[in-house]
């Protein structure tokens, strides 16, 4: 493939697994994502890039059926209360049902400080996605929102993480190994978004994983 992406690489990465305030071991979290369950073609891509990266010291490859593309969390399991959950369903389920159905094209990583991402492409009707999962919450709170981990307060950038990094070091390494990967880009149509039970695994998982609370359709095609 080579060539260089249209973000630029970072030059240093850090470990993904720093301790969240808040986040502790077995503490779970509701959050919305986007989830790739069926994405064949997604799988496709990511696999190209982990079978080159599988031998690289310092990275936790993310397995295909946890690929997932974080919109906005909800709030701690034990904080959140089942019938403000339900609520936050029903609005934003609303919200959601507003959309439409949509492509986006998944292609060159990124290495970014803390992991290994592919951007989607157009990211606006992604970021339509998180708005409405917004004011969905904030129909459910009454202008508020359910508590968020204080380590999401950099705004909303849509991607998907391959691996994450677990060790401190340069970037170098891992650009170059990716630039060796011939890959044909993945287009996946988004169509609902999936409120989760998310659990942050550390050693000897290093990994996210969950189970689904509910799922919100966007609209119909018209």
């Known amino acids: 493939m080579g060539g260089v992406t249209a973000l630029e690489h970072a030059e240093h990465v850090r470990s993904h697994w720093w301790p969240r305030p808040g986040w502790f071991p077995g503490r779970r979290m509701y959050a919305w994502h986007l989830t790739f369950e069926h994405a064949t073609a997604l799988h496709r891509l990511a696999a190209a890039y982990h079978e080159r990266l599988a031998a690289s010291e310092g990275l936790n490859l993310v397995p295909r059926r946890w690929l997932h593309l974080t919109v906005q969390d909800v ?10 959950v339900d609520s936050v369903v029903e609005a934003t389920a609303a919200r959601l049902r507003q959309l439409r159905p949509f492509d986006v094209m998944f292609g060159e990583p990124l290495v970014v400080e803390e992991s290994i991402v592919i951007v989607p492409t157009p990211a606006e009707p992604v970021r339509a996605v998180g708005d409405a999962i917004r004011r969905g919450i904030a129909d459910a709170t009454g202008g508020g929102a359910a508590r968020t981990r ?3 307060g950099h705004g ?3 991607h998907v993480s391959i691996a994450y990094v677990n060790r401190a070091g340069a970037a170098r390494p891992y650009v170059a190994e990716l630039a060796t990967v ?4 993945a287009t996946v149509r988004l169509a609902e978004a999936t409120l989760i039970v998310q659990d ?3 050693a000897p998982g290093w990994v996210y994983r969950w189970t689904v609370r509910a799922t919100a359709p966007f609209g119909h095609p018209g």
Do not use: I, K, N, S
Not at 75 to 84: I, R
Not at 182 to 185: G, V
């Open 150 to 152: 204080p380590d999401q």
């Open 200 to 202: 942050r695994v550390l």
């Open 75 to 84: 709030g701690y399991v034990d904080e959140t209360p089942d019938a403000l």
């Open 182 to 185: 011939d890959a044909a880009p």
């Open 156 to 158: 909303f950038w849509p």
